[in-house]
């Protein structure tokens, strides 16, 4: 295998990674790699370190040990916890491309629409305003909003404001997104507005991390499951394997809790 190949391969690698609140173990000595260009979904009962893994990937919640990389560079590690000025400069630099969505949609209330998407387009990426205009139309329009380009937040669907918080994010070109479950604030027949735009994104080979409890989507769009519980990954495999036929008990248990039997890809 050669270094190039190794460095895809661990595209994005979290490593002996060990995170505390207090006497709550979130996660347990964790050793994580997704390739480029791969999506894998994160399952497993709530409270069992899937968003905290998704935030330790950029940095958010730094653990107690352990280290994050990102195409070879280095993310954090125990080792720099308490970053000088430049080291936090670096890191900003390094968050920039991730990509990061989370539940509970966090677009501007104050901004409508097409400056939710350039506002950081500015500040982060230096962009002028016509290239930041010219990127956040597109990105709308790629994600089903075109016709809501100068709506404001408190007019859109809540399936609308999450598509937003993903354009928003893709119009930082990022290599990876990290997507902290983000269908579950949605009433059900707007989760399908979202799942879609997900399934073009990986069609299209963007590196995904998806926190998620849509399984049907996750056996559609997923090259890997990992199924985590007590902060710690269980089980993991490709999805027509670890959801049709799953090796541990505890996972055959939490399928049969949510009255799901098998799943296969299409």
């Not at 653990?63 to 400069?89: C, Q, R, T, W």
């Not at 016709?147 to 354009?167: F, T, V």
């Amino acid at each position: 295998m050669t270094e190039e190949t190794k460095k895809q391969d661990n595209f994005l690698q979290l490593k002996d990674i060990t995170t505390t609140f207090g006497s709550i173990v979130a996660l347990n000595n964790v050793n994580f790699s997704v390739k480029k260009g791969e999506v894998v979904c994160l399952i497993g009962p709530s409270g069992c370190g899937k968003s905290t893994l998704l935030r330790t990937a950029n940095w958010l919640t730094p653990p107690d040990k352990g280290s994050v990389s990102l195409d070879g560079v280095i993310v954090g590690s125990e080792s720099n916890k308490n970053m000088s000025l430049n080291e936090m400069k670096v890191l900003n630099g390094i968050r920039a491309k991730m990509g990061m969505v989370f539940q509970q949609f966090n677009v501007w209330p104050h901004l409508d629409a097409l400056e939710n998407v350039v506002r950081a387009q500015l500040v982060v990426a230096k962009r002028s305003r016509k290239d930041a205009e010219q990127k956040a139309t597109k990105m709308l329009f790629d994600v089903g909003l075109g016709e809501k380009i100068h709506d404001w937040p408190d007019n859109l669907s809540g399936g609308q404001k999450q598509r937003l918080g993903i354009a928003r994010a893709l119009a930082m070109d990022p290599v990876l997104m990290l997507l902290d479950e983000p269908t579950s604030a949605l009433d059900p027949e707007l989760v399908s507005e979202v799942l879609n735009v997900l399934k073009r994104l990986a069609n299209e080979g963007m590196t995904m991390i998806i926190v998620t409890h849509e399984l049907g989507f996750a056996s559609q769009v997923a090259d890997r499951v990992a199924f985590m519980e007590d902060g710690k990954i269980i089980e993991e495999g490709p999805p027509n394997v670890i959801l049709k036929s799953p090796k541990t008990k505890r996972l055959r248990l939490f399928l049969d809790k949510l009255n799901i039997t098998s799943f296969t890809q299409s």
